[in-house]
């Protein structure tokens, strides 16, 4: 078993873009950490099969489940995982270390936000203990983080992390995004080069996505059935959006980061551990509300992302989940989903005689496109494929056509 993700759903206030599930009822903290621990404790939840009937669970719980393969990477992710107090981290690691074990935990990441990062928080994480910390900077400008309502300023962000560094925190990861309205290629340079300045071991970057059901697609609709063009909500056009993805591409390469995936680029030695088994088809366990699970072979699970729901139903004994099994054709769809966002590509070795022959069919054009490559097995994303990707990935998987 390769990770363990904790969802901790709390924020202080709410981000205009974001579509994770998220509660601003910070009043809940105490009892949401507790049904944590508890779902960690709670035995073997049954499972069901295609048809309805129960099974054996594939999700075993703690030793049992880690006997073989144990936790090597915990993550806490949000929300804001720095909105708990300290005695509700040290209650989650404490469970953590008592029911799966964390001899053989390699990276334990924390997401954090700058103005969350005092220098007691810095000490404090660095001793439960936290070796990676993923801060949400998203922009140096004050004037679209008032925009995204983030909770920080831009003078926070070097500041949080020298207080990390200060505390012995050796693995900084910080998130960018880019593609605001407005937003022009001078501006997005800068934020860039002020990211590097930072000189953080990973970095990950994404395009300003416009989500249904998020605060800033409900102003966007507003806008246009007022027929009111405000910028602030139109979104950016495709030639900026492009020419900004290869800006930074260029500019991290050439500072000697490896972009190993889509969105993320790392130094040499520094992926991210725990993300890396999502896109290797890797199990791992998801506890908290919304939390994902997958066994590795054939079927997910996901918690109700409705909090009082699952508070309810772990304080109950009886959790509230739903869950997929997946078939073969299911399954080959996620390895190409997953597989070709990274850099080492899909393994055909890893597919069914069947399955490959027809990935190489499907792949044919994109191979003549010069959008794939392939080699020693593995096909592989060109620079120029990465720019359409969806498209590619979407033309190589199988349908019920």
């Given at each position: 078993m390769a990770g363990l993700y904790i969802h901790i759903p709390f924020c202080k206030s709410r981000c205009i873009y974001c579509g994770f599930y998220s509660t601003t009822r910070l009043e809940q903290r105490q009892r949401y950490v507790d049904a944590v621990c508890r779902e960690m404790s709670l035995p073997p939840a049954p499972s069901r099969s295609p048809s309805g009937?129960?099974?054996?669970?594939?999700?075993?719980?703690?030793?049992?489940?880690?006997?073989?393969?144990?936790?090597?990477?915990?993550?806490?992710?949000?929300?804001?995982?720095?909105?708990?107090?300290?005695?509700?981290?040290?209650?989650l690691f404490f469970y953590i270390n008592k029911v799966y074990g964390m001899e053989h935990v390699r990276e334990v990441t924390m997401e954090c936000n700058p103005d969350d990062v005092t220098e007691e928080f810095a000490e404090m994480v660095k001793s439960i203990p936290v070796n990676r910390i993923s801060m949400g900077v998203q922009t140096f400008s004050n004037e679209r983080l008032r925009f995204l309502r983030r909770r920080h300023s831009?003078?926070?962000?070097?500041?949080?992390?020298?207080?990390l560094r200060k505390a012995g925190i050796e693995n900084v990861s910080i998130d960018l995004m880019y593609g605001f309205p407005t937003e022009t290629l001078d501006d997005w340079h800068r934020d860039i080069d002020a990211a590097l300045a930072l000189d953080a071991e990973?970095?990950?970057?994404?395009?300003?996505?416009?989500?249904?059901?998020?605060?800033?697609?409900?102003?966007?609709?507003?806008?246009?059935?007022?027929?009111i063009k405000d910028p602030r909500y139109i979104p950016i056009d495709e030639e900026t959006e492009l020419q900004m993805y290869e800006d930074l591409i260029d500019r991290l390469t050439a500072a000697g980061y490896e972009h190993y995936e889509i969105s993320n680029f790392a130094k040499p030695g520094f992926r991210s551990q725990h993300n890396s088994s999502y896109w290797n088809q890797?199990?791992?366990?998801?506890?908290?509300?919304?939390a994902h699970s997958y066994n590795g072979r054939d079927c997910r699970r996901w918690n109700t992302d409705n909090l009082e729901q699952y508070i309810a139903g772990i304080e109950n004994g009886k959790p509230v989940y739903e869950e997929e099994h997946?078939?073969?054709?299911?399954?080959?769809?996620?390895?190409?989903?997953?597989a070709l966002r990274t850099c080492e590509g899909l393994c055909l070795s890893h597919l069914s005689a069947e399955q490959s022959a027809y990935c190489l069919q499907?792949?044919?054009?994109?191979?003549?496109?010069q959008l794939l490559t392939l080699h020693d097995h593995h096909l592989r994303l060109t620079r120029k494929g990465l720019f359409v990707s969806n498209m590619?990935?979407?033309?190589?998987?199988?349908?019920?056509?």
């Amino acid at each position: 078993m390769a990770g363990l993700y904790i969802h901790i759903p709390f924020c202080k206030s709410r981000c205009i873009y974001c579509g994770f599930y998220s509660t601003t009822r910070l009043e809940q903290r105490q009892r949401y950490v507790d049904a944590v621990c508890r779902e960690m404790s709670l035995p073997p939840a049954p499972s069901r099969s295609p048809s309805g009937s129960l099974q054996p669970s594939e999700r075993k719980k703690g030793k049992e489940q880690c006997e073989d393969e144990p936790i090597r990477t915990v993550y806490l992710g949000g929300g804001t995982p720095s909105q708990l107090t300290e005695e509700q981290l040290r209650q989650l690691f404490f469970y953590i270390n008592k029911v799966y074990g964390m001899e053989h935990v390699r990276e334990v990441t924390m997401e954090c936000n700058p103005d969350d990062v005092t220098e007691e928080f810095a000490e404090m994480v660095k001793s439960i203990p936290v070796n990676r910390i993923s801060m949400g900077v998203q922009t140096f400008s004050n004037e679209r983080l008032r925009f995204l309502r983030r909770r920080h300023s831009a003078e926070q962000i070097p500041l949080a992390v020298s207080r990390l560094r200060k505390a012995g925190i050796e693995n900084v990861s910080i998130d960018l995004m880019y593609g605001f309205p407005t937003e022009t290629l001078d501006d997005w340079h800068r934020d860039i080069d002020a990211a590097l300045a930072l000189d953080a071991e990973h970095l990950s970057a994404y395009c300003l996505m416009i989500e249904e059901g998020t605060p800033l697609y409900k102003l966007k609709i507003e806008n246009e059935k007022l027929k009111i063009k405000d910028p602030r909500y139109i979104p950016i056009d495709e030639e900026t959006e492009l020419q900004m993805y290869e800006d930074l591409i260029d500019r991290l390469t050439a500072a000697g980061y490896e972009h190993y995936e889509i969105s993320n680029f790392a130094k040499p030695g520094f992926r991210s551990q725990h993300n890396s088994s999502y896109w290797n088809q890797t199990p791992y366990i998801g506890l908290g509300a919304a939390a994902h699970s997958y066994n590795g072979r054939d079927c997910r699970r996901w918690n109700t992302d409705n909090l009082e729901q699952y508070i309810a139903g772990i304080e109950n004994g009886k959790p509230v989940y739903e869950e997929e099994h997946l078939d073969s054709d299911t399954h080959y769809n996620d390895m190409v989903m997953t597989a070709l966002r990274t850099c080492e590509g899909l393994c055909l070795s890893h597919l069914s005689a069947e399955q490959s022959a027809y990935c190489l069919q499907q792949a044919q054009r994109y191979l003549d496109a010069q959008l794939l490559t392939l080699h020693d097995h593995h096909l592989r994303l060109t620079r120029k494929g990465l720019f359409v990707s969806n498209m590619v990935m979407s033309d190589l998987m199988k349908t019920d056509d």
